[in-house]
């Protein structure tokens, strides 16, 4: 094997091992996350519709809560029945080199079972793989969760008041 092979096969390792992240357990704690959905209100077009997603995990079980939220002029408001308020519940964990979060509805006041999933609670379990981020969050089906309950996204951080 010449050397420039030999350098260039090191390189190349090194380049992937760096791009690497290790599969580990998510720890235990809540996790707040905030979810942008569509706007149900056509009578208030400005609306910024999200879920208050709050995430628990315990000894590798899973609870996730969504509660629907809408902004308006500057102000959070709770629905009190627009959107649903959707649970399910799941177990977490570490799977060939990923960590994955496996999940099925509960619950759901004022809403309907997602198409396909039948009655609640559901036999319909989805399967999320889970970014762990350096920082201590994670990412679950594209929505960033954060122990800081106060931590917003950008989106939401602006003049929002609760």
């Not at 997602?114 to 319909?124: A, Q, T």
């Amino acid at each position: 094997m010449s050397s420039s092979f030999k350098i260039a096969a090191v390189a190349a390792s090194l380049v992937v091992g760096a791009c690497t992240r290790t599969a580990a357990p998510i720890g235990d704690g809540t996790y707040y996350g905030y979810e942008p959905t569509i706007s149900i209100s056509s009578d208030q077009p400005d609306a910024i519709w999200f879920n208050k997603n709050v995430l628990v995990v315990r000894n590798g079980n899973v609870q996730l809560e969504k509660s629907p939220r809408y902004l308006l002029n500057g102000r959070v408001v709770a629905s009190a029945s627009d959107g649903g308020f959707r649970t399910f519940e799941g177990s977490a964990q570490v799977l060939g080199g990923r960590t994955l979060v496996g999940l099925r509805q509960i619950t759901c006041d004022y809403c309907e079972p997602p198409p396909g999933d039948g009655p609640l609670p559901s036999k319909r379990v989805r399967e999320y793989i889970v970014v762990l981020n350096s920082d201590g969050s994670l990412e679950l089906d594209h929505v960033r969760y954060s122990t800081d309950r106060d931590e917003r996204p950008f989106w939401l951080r602006e003049s929002a008041r609760e």
